[in-house]
Every structure is written in C-alpha cells, then in structure tokens.
C-alpha cells in the first residue's frame, strides 16, 4: 500500500478510501524554491505533536517490543535474551493454541455474519430514498456503545439463566439454562454480540449504495435481470472497493476484542477457557503473570497473523475488487 | 457527495396493460418493509429497552418475573449503586470519566487538527511516506503496543495517574481522527487560502482563522467521538489505574460486576444504563455528525 514517493507532487492515493476522493489540492507543475522550502518547515511544525507520537508511542514501542519477545522480562529485573525460547514456547502452549482458535473462529464467522447483516440492512434501508434516517441512526447506535463495559454486563445479564434469551427460548421447549455458564454456547453469544454492531459497516455500505450508478440497473432491467441477478452482476461489482475496505477493517477489528470477552468471563477467560481470547491471554500472560517477554512474543504473532491477512485481502482484492475508474 | 438515488428493486419499463397492477404491488411491497424494518428496529433495540426495564425491577423481581415490564418500577437499583463501591462513591467514578474524557477531546482536537492540515494543505519532505504510515496505524494492531508502552510509562513514574491514558491524545496517535479532518480540509476551497497568503498571512494564522472555523463540523465529530471512545475505554484504564479513586466507569462497573455476580442483577445493569447515559444523550444529540462521519470516513465508532 506505499504509493507515491516524496517527489509525487500529487495527493498519496489510498487504497482504504471508499468511494471518496479528495477533491482540490491537485498541485501540478514544479513548486517556486522559496515556498516549497517554508512549507517544509511549516509542515513539520505542524506535523510535530503526531511525529513525537509516531516515535515516542508506536515505532519505538513496536522496536522494543520486537526485543522483548526475544527476552525473558518480569518487569523487576533486566530483561534477559533467550533467543527463540518464547516461540518455542508457544508452540507447545495449548491454551495458547486455544486461544488462537477462539479467535480464529470468532474473526472467520463473525466478521462474514457481521458484513451478511450490515449489507442486508443496508439495502432494505436503501430500497426507500427517505425517511430511513431514524432507522440509520437506530441500528448505528449498538456500534457505537457495544464494545463497552456496560454492554458486555447486560449481554452476560440477557443470556444467563432465567434471562430474557433462556426464557424467550424456554417457549419454543428450548431449556438450555443460560448461556453464560455452558463453553459451547460463549462463541455463537460472542458472534451475536459482534453482529449486533452491524451499524458501522452498514452506513459505510449505505453511503457505497447511493454511489451506484441507477442507470446500471435500469440497463440490466432492459436485459431482463432479475433482482438477485441485478444484486450479484450489479450491486455487488460496484460495491467491491467498499466490501474490501469493510472487510479488512473489520476483520482486524474482530481480533482485537478484549473488554466484552474479558467481562462476559470475569477477567478468567472462563467458563472452561471459552472466553479465553487471543487479547485475553495475551493480557493475563503479561499483566497477571508479568511474562512481558513471553507476551510481546505472542504480540508480534499477532501482528504478522494481521499482516498476512491484510496481505492476502490485497493480493485477492485485485481478482474481486472493482474500481471504477480502472475499467473505463 | 453525489447524491443519486438509486433502487435497486426498480420498477421494470412500464407496460402499458399491466398499469393497474403496478400500484398494488409497490403498495404491498411498501407495506411489506415498513413490518420489516419495524420488526428489526425492535430487534435491534430489544437490549437497551430491556436494560432500563431491568435496572428499574426490584431486586425479588429477577428470575421470577419474566415479563418484559416491571410489576413495582422502582429507583432502588439506581439509589443503592450510587452509593458506590470499594468506600469510593458512584459521583467519583463519573468525574473520573468526565476528566479523562474532556482532556481527550482537547488533545484530540488540537493535535490532531494540526497534523491534517499539514497533510493536507503543507508540500514538504516526506509527506507521503508519513501520509502511508499514518494509514497504515490505522490497521496496527493495538496490543502490539500496550506492553513496551506500559513499560515506559511505569519507568516515568506515570502508572496510577490519568497522564499514560491522555499523553497520547495529545500526539495524535488516533489516526482515524486525522484522516477524517484531512479529507474535510482537501474538500475546502484553496482560494481562500491562497487569498490569505497574498495579504500576508502565515500558516499558522491561515490554519487558526481560516481552516479551524471551516472544519468545525469535522471537529465537532471528532469530539463526540474523542468523548465517546475515552468515556468507554477499558483497556486502558485497566492497564494504568490501580487505585479505586482513580476509577473512571468502565473499571469500577467491572468491579461491580464481579462483586455481585449473579446475585444482584437489578444493580448492576442499573449502573451500566447511568455508565451509558451520557453516551446515549450525546448519540441522540449529535448522531448526524456521528453517522456523517462515519459514512465518508469508513471507520467504525
């Protein structure tokens, strides 16, 4: 995704831009030497509270966490290299691999439920041009405020034993006596609770919708296209640049959940480890346990697991994202 | 933006012996996605209807009554978590939000302000490479951080005060906050800056009279969400605050929580619904800024 260099005088394009282009700024032709010169120090000027932040909070955290990982540290004493010892340590950690499993699972099922959910709506909500905006606005809110803690409280309250899912269920003849103690059943509540966010992603997808061209759909009527052909040679080309950046977003996203899994299993990842996320082990190794360098290690597993998916969402997005300035 | 409104379902070229017909079924169809979007609404919505229902049953209600509404509403739930927990009261804890909140907008806001017009107005050096580092922040995986970052900020001395979760506001770390106030600023019109350049004016005075006023409503966006984002983070303050009367919500709801699970449902969803009010207040005031942002910006809140 490094497009442009320092000589471009044009705008860097980004790949994570849906839809959106900027608009003006276009400079061409060579810059006059003196101006070009006070814009530089004006820009770092300007640039300096976020450069200080990029070293100070994210480049050099990330380098020294890439030490640790290489190190035993307890946080008391000075840490001490140990080589690959963490790594080999954590291929034969079984609540780690089962934490990666957790994880894996909620990120690859919940994320393509999340998007199914976020997409539908989006369409229903686009079928009428007005006064969708109170339902746009009511199905963002859970976006917005289910990451909290309050939330993860209530959603534990809600599918515990004699909550309103057990006993709504108990009417079909479903007993299954709350959700919250049985390990089978913390990953389809998690998912729920992750799908539930759905707004986010479906606002990204309205305003992708009303970018379409009607005249596409007006042609395929012509060809005699039905509506689920119009969605899949119509409505799903033209939405591609917008499932990519959804997908990717969320996808990350997904891996990072801590606070709702933490809360919905008491800071234990219990029942039976079932809430024991990625983050949640991480979390436990380096702030219960003081392994900061066993921990920096899975954090950098983390970091290249996230950077090969994006990787592969690059690389596949050129066969299945369509962008419409390119086949014009 | 383009507003062209499109449909997908569109009304096949009209045939002239089919003209009656037509209206009928639009009509059903109408019908059919009012039950439908109602029905989802409510779906959607069940959770925080049921929260303020649950805060507001006694505590003798839980498990035997499963209805919806309660039989005794009652504020006993809200009267007893104001009392607060570990010695400290419930006020404590808002305050603690509050504060940890505002220096979140102000940091947010100025530092993030001034790195988007550098990348969006500034030519110099180096900018694209940054331009791609900061975009590529936005996908860096916050864990990878919280650890070299809690090592430092435990070496300054800084662990149990409110300075590791606001230090980073003030640089701009959030980048979401920066792409968002750079797009807003390309959209505006050069010329007024141009206009400013020829009557003399510096970047520092074009940047305060001329691009603030203008990108109010991405500051304003900003805010809410700066607000918001600080008002529910757990993380953070479970990393760094140790002591209960440096609790913002989130640790002291977690307290709660545990300390009646399962016995007490009534007052602990009773202090989540006080924990989300002022988040709710603030959606329900500014959600077309919230919703705005978010649909130009593509990023979740």
Redesign the interface.
């Known amino acids: 995704?490094?497009?442009?260099?320092?000589h471009?005088?044009t705008?860097?394009r980004?790949t994570?831009?849906?839809g959106?282009r900027?608009?003006?700024?276009r400079?061409t032709g060579g810059?006059p030497k003196r101006k070009?010169s006070r814009?530089?120090l004006?820009?770092?000027?300007?640039?300096?509270?976020?450069?200080?932040?990029?070293l100070?909070?994210?480049l050099?955290?990330?380098l020294?966490?890439l030490y640790?990982a290489f190190t035993d540290y307890n946080?008391f004493t000075a840490p001490e290299w140990s080589g690959l010892a963490n790594f080999e340590r954590m291929a034969g950690d079984t609540v780690f691999w089962s934490s990666v499993q957790i994880t894996l699972i909620y990120v690859l099922v919940g994320t393509p439920i999340k998007l199914a959910a976020a997409l539908g709506?989006a369409?229903?909500?686009?079928?009428?041009?007005r006064g969708t905006g109170f339902?746009?606005?009511?199905?963002?809110?859970?976006?917005?405020?289910g990451?909290?803690?309050?939330?993860a409280?209530?959603?534990?309250?809600?599918f515990?034993a004699?909550g309103?899912v057990d006993?709504g269920l108990s009417l079909f003849g479903i007993n299954l006596g709350g959700w919250v103690g049985v390990p089978a059943l913390i990953m389809p509540m998690m998912i729920l609770l992750a799908v539930?966010?759905f707004g986010?992603?479906m606002?990204?997808f309205?305003?992708g919708?009303?970018?379409?061209?009607?005249e596409l759909?007006?042609a395929a009527?012509?060809d005699g296209a039905r509506?689920w052909r119009?969605?899949i040679s119509v409505?799903l080309p033209m939405l591609s640049p917008?499932i990519f950046?959804?997908l990717?977003?969320?996808m990350?996203?997904a891996?990072?959940i801590?606070?709702s899994a933490?809360?919905i299993g008491?800071?234990t990842g219990g029942p039976a480890g079932a809430t024991n996320f990625y983050?949640v082990y991480?979390?436990t190794r380096?702030?219960t346990n003081n392994q900061?360098g066993y921990?920096?290690a899975m954090?950098?597993v983390?970091?290249i697991a996230?950077g090969i998916l994006?990787f592969i969402l690059f690389r596949t997005s050129k066969s299945w994202v369509h962008y419409g300035g390119d086949s014009k | 933006?383009?507003?062209?409104?499109?449909?997908?379902?569109?009304v096949?070229?009209v045939q002239p012996t089919r003209k009656r017909r037509q209206p009928r079924r639009k009509t059903a169809a109408?019908v059919a996605?009012i039950i439908?979007?109602v029905l989802?609404?409510a779906v959607?919505?069940y959770?925080?209807l049921?929260?303020i229902s649950?805060s507001l049953k006694p505590s003798a209600e839980?498990?035997s009554n499963?209805s919806?509404l309660p039989e005794n509403p009652t504020f006993d739930n809200f009267v007893k978590v104001m009392e607060g927990v570990a010695g400290i009261p419930t006020w404590r804890f808002f305050w603690n939000s509050t504060i940890l909140g505002i220096g979140a907008v102000i940091g947010t806001v100025?530092?993030?302000s001034?790195?988007a017009?550098?990348?969006?107005?500034?030519?110099?050096?180096?900018?694209?490479?940054?331009?791609?580092?900061?975009?590529?922040?936005?996908?860096?995986?916050?864990?990878?951080?919280?650890?070299?970052?809690?090592?430092?900020f435990?070496n300054l001395g800084m662990v149990d005060t409110f300075l590791p979760l606001l230090?980073?506001k003030?640089?701009?770390?959030e980048a979401f906050f920066?792409f968002l106030m750079v797009?807003f600023i390309?959209?505006?019109?050069?010329e007024l800056d141009e206009a400013a350049r020829i009557d003399g004016c510096?970047?520092?005075r074009i940047?305060w009279s001329i691009t603030i006023p203008l990108i109010k409503p991405a500051l304003i966006t900003s805010s809410i969400f700066a607000f918001?984002w600080s008002w529910?983070d757990?993380?953070g303050p479970?990393?760094y605050l140790n002591s209960p009367e440096n609790y913002p919500?989130?640790l002291a709801?977690?307290v709660f929580?545990?300390q009646t699970?399962?016995s007490d449902?009534g007052a602990?969803?009773a202090i989540?619904?006080l924990?989300?009010l002022p988040?709710?207040l603030f959606?329900i005031i500014f959600?077309?800024f919230?919703?705005a942002g978010?649909?130009?910006q593509?990023?979740?809140?």
């Open positions: 995704m490094t497009t442009g260099s320092a471009a005088p705008q860097t980004t994570a831009e849906p959106t900027p608009a003006g700024n400079r810059q070009r814009d530089t004006a820009g770092y000027a300007f640039l300096s509270p976020w450069l200080l932040g990029l100070a909070l994210t050099g955290p990330m020294y966490s640790l946080l709506v369409m229903l909500l686009n079928f009428k041009s339902f746009r606005s009511a199905f963002y809110a859970p976006s917005l405020i990451a909290s803690v309050s939330i409280i209530v959603w534990r309250a809600m515990s004699d309103p006993s539930w966010q986010a992603p606002v990204i309205l305003a919708l009303k970018q379409v061209p009607t759909y007006e009527s012509v509506a119009k969605f409505t917008v950046f959804n990717l977003l969320e990350i996203g891996f990072q801590f606070a933490y809360i008491s800071g983050t991480l979390y380096a702030f900061m921990a920096s954090a950098w983390l970091l996230v994006a | 933006m383009t507003t062209i409104e499109t449909n997908p379902t569109a096949p070229p109408t996605w439908g979007i989802l609404t959607v919505l959770p925080l049921w929260m649950a839980f498990g499963q919806f100025i530092s993030s001034m790195a017009y550098a990348f969006a107005r500034l030519d110099f050096k180096g900018r694209p490479l940054f331009f791609t580092m900061m975009i590529g922040t936005l996908l860096l995986p916050f864990h990878v951080l919280i650890i070299p970052q809690y090592i430092v435990r230090v980073g003030f640089l701009a770390t920066v797009q390309r959209n505006l019109p050069k510096g970047h520092w940047f918001i529910n757990f993380l479970l990393l919500l989130p709801l977690r929580n545990d699970s399962g449902y602990t969803v989540s619904v924990a989300l988040v709710m959606f959600q077309r919230l919703v978010v649909a130009t593509g990023l979740k809140g």
